[in-house]
């Protein structure tokens, strides 16, 4: 599955409903979920860690269908020729502590 492939599924199961909540409401639990992520890194189980991450970035992508953004092309834009900086890979910009 693509981002591209995902996002569509996230608008096929929920545009509707997160159309209804809206943007500022769809980001508000788009942050409990990055709170709960923050939660299973800190003392989760490996399952417990991959869900948090399914979560967010299902929130992540459903804010991209919420304000318009094709999080694919917004992704492959910005990254895909390498780090956006100086344009390698890996990125070999000074590393700041
Ligand atoms: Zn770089």
Redesign the pocket.
């Known amino acids: 599955m693509t981002i591209a492939d995902f996002q569509k599924l996230m608008a096929d199961l929920y545009l509707e409903h997160d159309t209804r909540r809206g943007l500022g409401g769809t980001f508000m639990w788009f942050m409990e979920e990055v709170g709960e992520l923050s939660t299973a890194l800190r003392s989760g189980t490996r399952e417990e860690i991959e869900n948090e991450f399914a979560d967010a970035f299902a929130w992540l992508t459903t804010l991209a269908n919420l304000a318009g953004i094709d999080a694919d092309a917004a992704v492959t834009r910005k990254y895909g020729t390498g780090?956006p900086?100086?344009n390698?890979s890996p990125?070999?910009?000074v590393q700041k502590p």
């Open positions: 780090c900086c100086c390698t990125c070999s910009c």
